[in-house]
Nanobody
Framework: QVQLVESGGGLVQPGGSLRLSCAAS????????MGWYRQAPGKQRELVAV???????DYADSVKGRFTISRDNAKNTVYLQMNSLKPEDTAVYYC???????????WGQGTQVTVSS
């Protein structure tokens, strides 16, 4: 079983920054992909940023140049640095990982990010 625990959400003004963390219960090298999705009220869950199976990174067009995904292998943690936040970034942000051995998909519990003045 895999557990993903997110932290770092909150309320921030437009133009501000937040850093989200996702701590995994096992080595992040166990995962085929690992990254962040978000879901705004009334909308479908969408990809934000991910470490892909090739080892590179993919970003949603709406966050390119503002968000950066990174990882600390020793801490089994993936981060999402979010800068220049906009009201339309308001959503619940979820950590996602796909296990290499089974291709099972795991989700964190989600963390709320609200961008408002």
């Amino acid at each position: 079983q895999v557990q993903l625990v997110e932290s770092g959400g909150g309320l921030v003004q437009p133009g501000g920054s937040l850093r989200l963390s996702c701590a995994a219960s096992r080595s992040i090298f166990s995962f085929y992909t690992m990254g962040w999705y978000r879901q705004a009220p009334g909308k479908q869950r969408e990809l934000v940023a991910v470490f892909s199976s090739s080892g590179g990174t993919d970003y949603a067009d709406s966050v390119k140049g503002r968000f950066t995904i990174s990882r600390d292998n020793a801490k089994n943690t993936v981060y999402l640095q979010m800068n220049s936040l906009k009201p339309e970034d308001t959503a619940v942000y979820y950590c996602n990982a796909i296990l290499i051995t089974t291709y099972d998909t795991y989700w964190g519990q989600g963390t709320q990010v609200t961008v408002s003045s």
